[in-house]
């Protein structure tokens, strides 16, 4: 089968590798969609390395029908479509033991240590399907809005940090796919103001309809002023992060109002540093978090609003590539052109 595989920081082949066989306690599935993550362009940039082995195949939002049923697998038919939470907790580690599976330090990961989804199989480890993995979509989804499971269970995580309550203001800042997926989470979640800051016109006019109350191009307008004026001088009630630049984290906390959550949900690039002052954090007493990865619950969530049309992700996949256009179509996600890519055998 063709397959996407990393060869070295900075270097994704197409190559022709064997095609998986369900051995015992395993499902085979014919990859319906992988959709790009910013992770998968941090990688051909050479700005991420770390924990990715050589010669697996990448991609971590995954969907798939079931082609192949091992020994002993229940609860699956073949033709099944089904979404994979890409990380496969170890359930014995000291955050596995607190509930805090998405921060296992002993996991396996799909497009990082297990062969992921750009291929046209994947292979679903054992592990994967007893730990609780692999979900049953909707029949009425498609295989990019069951890919798209992934990055909304990370948001769904992310709101847990920054506890969004009805009657906030939050301000977003980034209209990418993972901004315009918070806009839609906080208006479910209660928000009377969902604020999204973007310089660019098309994603701000996809964030107003997505439910943004507010939008803002931060280069041609004070942000700062325009949450004051909004909000009576006080600030947001929430501030979340969806840009990996670190100029953006002093704005953040500049923007927020005593007693404030502030979550940094972006990825930086490793050895990114981010001057803040941290007189902001002292005297306003803010809270601030991060977010990284998310958890089976999460996932299951991120399905159930899918499947629900509580979450629009349609709307969301602008763009599909074949499989041999894997290269092209994970730089054309980085131009900030289209929305969300998905990759497709054929």
Do not use: W
Not at 18 to 23: G, L, Y
Not at 263 to 290: C, M, Q, R, W
Not at 323 to 328: A, I, Q, Y
């Amino acid at each position: 089968m063709k397959a996407a595989v990393f060869a070295g920081p900075g270097k994704l082949e197409l190559r022709d590798i064997e095609k998986p066989v369900a051995q015992a306690g395993e499902l085979v599935l014919k990859v319906g969609a992988n959709t790009v993550c910013g992770t998968d362009g941090r990688i051909l940039r050479v700005e991420k390395s770390e924990g990715i082995d050589v010669g697996v195949v990448l991609g971590h939002e995954i969907s798939g029908y079931v082609e192949e049923i091992g020994e002993g697998v229940e609860g699956y038919e073949i033709g099944d479509l089904v979404g994979i939470l890409p990380t496969i907790p170890c359930l014995k580690c000291y955050y596995c033991a607190r509930g805090l599976e998405h921060l296992c330090t002993d996991s396996q990961i799909f497009g990082y240590r297990v062969n992921g989804g750009l291929a046209e199989y994947v292979r679903v480890p054992k592990d994967a399907l007893e730990r609780g993995g692999v979900y049953k979509a909707a029949a009425h989804l498609t295989p990019a809005e069951v890919a798209l499971a992934e990055p909304l269970g990370c948001v769904i995580n992310g709101s847990e940090q920054y506890k969004t309550e009805v009657g906030d203001t939050v301000l977003i800042m980034g209209a990418g796919p993972i901004g315009l997926l918070h806009t839609q989470l906080n208006r479910l979640l209660g928000a009377e103001n969902v604020i999204v800051s973007d310089p660019s016109e098309p994603r701000r006019e996809i964030a107003e309809s997505l439910g943004a109350t507010h939008t803002i191009n931060p280069l041609e307008q004070d942000l700062f002023e325009f949450v004051k004026g909004l909000t009576d001088g006080r600030g947001a009630d929430v501030v979340i992060i969806c840009i990996g630049h670190g100029a953006l984290v002093n704005q953040a906390l500049q923007a927020a109002r005593k007693r404030a959550r502030v979550n940094a949900f972006a990825g930086f690039p490793k050895g990114a540093l981010a001057e803040v002052d941290p007189n902001l954090i002292h005297y306003s007493e803010l809270i601030v978090t991060g977010t990284s990865n998310a958890g089976r619950a999460h996932h299951e969530k991120a399905l159930a609003l899918i499947g629900a049309g509580l979450i629009d992700v349609k709307a969301l996949h602008t763009h599909t590539y074949k499989l041999d256009e894997v290269v092209e179509g994970i730089e054309f996600a980085q131009s900030g052109e289209g929305i969300k890519v998905a990759i497709v055998p054929n």
